[in-house]
């Protein structure tokens, strides 16, 4: 099983960007899905986070300016981010909580990293 995220780049303060991660493999089911970002000289931090049923939870920096989706039948989580902010600058990683075929477990995966830079 694992995790590839993409999306990322340079974007102006006040710019859009989607970042998406797509979980393949023997996957039997897929728990909660979400973002992290880690910035230079802090610690990881919750961005987002989708659960199976759908229901959402947001950092309070990020409110009301970003989104999380997912479509489940293609085991991938997406991250809308409007109003972007050069604080917003960070390496985002998508995470998610996935039962394996053939296992009781749920095993915490995680994606890559993509960088994402907001500055003008």
């Known amino acids: 099983v694992q995790l590839q995220a993409s999306g990322g780049g340079l974007v102006q303060p006040g710019g859009s960007m989607r970042l998406s991660c797509v979980a393949s493999?023997?996957?039997?089911?897929?728990?909660?899905m979400g973002w992290y970002r880690q910035a230079p000289g802090k610690q990881r931090e919750l961005v987002a986070v989708i659960t199976g049923g759908g229901s959402t939870n947001f950092a309070d920096s990020v409110k009301g300016r970003f989104a999380i989706s997912r479509e489940n039948v293609k085991n991938t989580v997406y991250l809308q981010m409007n109003s972007l902010k050069p604080e917003d600058t960070a390496v985002y990683y998508c995470?998610?909580?996935?039962?394996?075929?053939?296992?009781?477990?749920?095993?915490?995966?995680w994606g890559q990293g993509t960088q994402v830079t907001v500055s003008s």
């Open positions: 493999g023997r996957i039997f089911m897929i728990k909660d």
């Open positions: 995470h998610a909580e996935i039962q394996r075929q053939g296992s009781v477990y749920l095993i915490d995966y």
